[in-house]
């Protein structure tokens, strides 16, 4: 069975932090992806990359970036932390076309 | 106007009725994912399809291209049914990758 696994469910942080979440996925995926999710909005695609050190913006990329440097870990980091970034944040791995398997998600709360 | 709308947006269900969810989308695609999202955040794909319907257990998923609408229906739903159901559509870019265009989703709560 395909795992996806995020490396913290919660987490606090303060505004101006840099925040590291890290996202890890055990079946030679090629694609992963950053989202987030909040209520109304449905889920957003910050981020996606589609091989080691290859990654493209999704629809929301501003104050985030993204690192790839191993094909099972894909990073998202927040420069520099802000209220408007407290939020649900979901990892997700596929192959090329096929159903996206997601992680449990890290709801992170930005004070 | 979202390029994927689902309806209803919350349902409240009685044990055993027949419940459908409905997907609206507006750009060509690919494929229509229906996903699953239980309290506590975990997404689980149900379906993918690209035509005329698949079945699992009580899940049945239909697609219409002509029309651009998808259904996921549950029949003799079960408080365990209790979840968030997201309809997402694969845009037909082309391209590495398969990035999805998510509906807000529609909750539902079974009662027993």
């Known amino acids: 069975d395909v795992k996806v696994t995020q490396s913290s469910r919660y987490l606090v942080k303060r505004t101006g932090e840099k925040v590291f979440l890290e996202c890890v996925q055990d079946m030679d995926h090629e694609n992963m992806f950053w989202y987030r999710q909040d209520p109304g909005l449905g889920l957003r695609l910050i981020y996606f990359?589609?091989?080691?050190?290859?990654?493209e913006k999704g629809d929301i990329p501003e104050g985030y970036s993204v690192s790839r440097e191993k094909k099972e870990r894909f990073s998202l980091i927040l420069e520099s932390a802000s209220t408007n970034q407290t939020s649900m944040y979901l990892c997700?791995?596929?192959?090329?076309?096929?159903?996206?398997?997601f992680g449990d998600g890290t709801r992170l709360s930005i004070l | 106007k979202n390029e994927v709308e689902q309806s209803p947006q919350n349902l409240t269900a009685q044990e055993g009725e027949f419940i459908t969810i409905n997907c609206s989308y507006s750009?060509?695609?690919?494929?229509l994912h229906w996903l699953q999202q239980h309290p506590g955040g975990g997404i689980v794909s149900l379906f993918m399809l690209s035509s005329g319907k698949k079945k699992h257990g009580r899940l049945i998923a239909t697609i219409n291209i002509q029309e651009k609408h998808s259904s996921l229906h549950i029949t003799a739903s079960h408080p365990r049914d209790s979840a968030v159901y997201i309809c997402a559509a694969r845009r037909n870019y082309g391209g590495a990758t398969n990035k999805l265009i998510f509906g807000t989703g529609t909750l539902l709560a079974v009662q027993p």
């Open positions: 750009v060509g695609i690919s494929a």
């Open positions: 997700a791995s596929s192959l090329y076309n096929q159903p996206q398997h």
């Open positions: 990359s589609y091989d080691v050190k290859m990654k």
